[in-house]
């Protein structure tokens, strides 16, 4: 069973709550689209439609949009990068407000670098690297926005968001804008929960990162090791969604417990496990959602099995 994002109870959308909607983000001037299929916007490329997709740019342009939903009690999810994510071939009934343009008012400094919640966690990487601070490198090969890797705390080579991040800025359910000390916030594995007094959901608008000064030659052997490192054992290159499980405690690592089981290069359809890491799953071309489930489910019942571990899924469900 993936992990499921479930929305709080919401009233319906309907066709004139979307048209007010959309002549809201008229007003802002923000780019809209109707029936948006979420294959467009996730990394695994599968996904039905969401009734409509707005791209705020800025943190008022998120305050007016949430605070404008919130109070008609109507749905909305946020969706930044795409990765980490499978989307249901039915697609969701809420609307999306896609970070994708929240991009402006970047800072690289000492101590602290600012970066807007859309931007790519690799060109964040990147500036902080050219800067000579450290602070990011561990996230080479991270795909996704900053805001999104902050969102689901999401790590690799053995660090993860919760040690980077100094503090977010955030928009709650009822377009209150709040700041957060990165100490003060609850993550957990590939988690991050917020106070629960904040009305949800709450949409991550920057992202405060504390950063080192290093040495630049160091910092990119190091950025440059590891990407070559990524290369030579993931599927670079192949639509999928990272990780599919997570690696059990006190057990070899997901990869290795799906490849003993035999499940290496399994496929369903356009669904395929990886015959370059075996713990992820990757669209080599057609792939529905239902597919990717039904191989993710295989998998785990292969290696429960085989090896009599239950392995627990880290990519989430909508």
């Known amino acids: 069973m993936l992990l499921t994002d479930s929305p709080v109870s919401v009233a319906r959308w309907t066709a004139g709550a979307l048209r007010d909607l959309r002549h809201l983000a008229a007003e802002l001037s923000l780019r809209t689209a109707r029936d948006e299929p979420l294959a467009r916007h996730t990394s695994m490329g599968v996904g039905g439609p969401c009734p409509l997709m707005v791209w705020p740019r ?48 970047n800072r690289v400094d000492t101590g602290c670098a600012v970066f807007a919640a859309g931007t790519p966690t690799a060109r964040a990487l990147r500036s902080t690297v050219d800067a000579g601070l450290d602070g990011l490198v561990w996230s080479t090969g991270l795909p996704g926005t900053i805001g999104g890797a902050a969102a689901g705390n999401a790590g690799c080579w053995g660090s993860d968001m919760a040690h980077s991040v100094a503090a977010l800025e955030v928009v709650a359910g009822d377009g209150a804008a709040h700041r957060f000390e990165g100490s003060d916030l609850g993550w957990t594995y590939r988690t991050l929960r917020f106070p ?80 370059r890491h075996a713990n992820f799953v990757v669209n080599r071309g057609a792939a529905t959602a239902g597919q990717v489930l039904d191989l993710i489910d295989l998998v785990g019942t292969r290696v429960r099995d085989c090896t009599g571990v239950d392995l627990q899924p880290e990519i989430r469900q909508w």
Not at 196 to 215: C, F, K, N, R, Y
């Open 196 to 275: 629960q007094e904040l009305a949800p959901p709450v949409t991550i608008v920057a992202v405060i990162v504390a950063t080192s000064e290093g040495d630049p030659a160091e910092l990119r052997s190091r950025y440059e090791q590891l990407q070559r490192t990524k290369r030579e054992r993931q599927p670079v290159g192949a639509r999928n969604s990272g990780c599919i499980f997570r690696n059990p405690e006190g057990h070899p690592g997901a990869g290795q417990l799906i490849e003993v089981s035999g499940c290496k290069g399994l496929r369903i359809g356009d669904a395929q496990v990886s015959s």
């Open 58 to 105: 800025r943190t008022e342009h998120v305050r007016r949009l949430t605070r404008f939903m919130g109070l008609r009690g109507l749905g909305w999810r946020i969706l930044g990068g795409g990765s980490n994510l499978l989307v249901s071939d039915r697609g969701i009934t809420e609307v999306i407000l896609h970070t994708g343009e929240l991009v402006d008012g």
